[in-house]
């Protein structure tokens, strides 16, 4: 059964700092790329950060150049979303996404989210 968790979310006030973790099961998550989303009320789904499956390259949003890591550790099966110098505008539901692509086409797996709630 594959599986996405999310877990870190929580208040936290502007320029503080949070760590998200995405732990994956049921898929073969070293050979899947990563990214994190975000969705605030009423706007449209945020492609935030993506890493690859190796870990060698990442991309981030313009939005959040500087101040987001996304890193992942294929020996624990998870990826990480630092944020720093968090503002309200970051305020969001947080998921994370797999792709995976198989001799059998491509595979695509959504976790469930975590809110981000950044305000003093």
């Known amino acids: 059964q594959v599986q996405l968790v999310e877990s870190g979310g929580g208040l936290v006030q502007p320029g503080g700092s949070l760590r998200l973790s995405c732990a994956a099961s049921?898929?073969?998550?070293?050979?899947?790329?990563m990214s994190w989303y975000r969705q605030a009320p009423g706007k449209q789904r945020e492609l935030v950060a993506t890493?690859?499956?190796?870990?060698?390259?990442?991309n981030l949003a313009d939005s959040v150049k500087g101040r987001f890591t996304i890193s992942r550790d294929n020996g624990k099966n998870t990826v990480y979303l630092q944020m720093n110098s968090l503002k309200p505008e970051d305020t969001a539901v947080y998921r994370c996404?797999?792709?995976?692509?198989?001799?059998?086409?491509?595979?695509?797996?959504w976790g469930q989210g975590t809110q981000v709630t950044v305000s003093s």
């Open positions: 996404n797999a792709v995976l692509r198989t001799v059998y086409g491509t595979r695509e797996y």
């Open positions: 049921g898929f073969t998550f070293s050979s899947s790329v």
């Open positions: 890493i690859t499956s190796t870990g060698g390259s990442t």
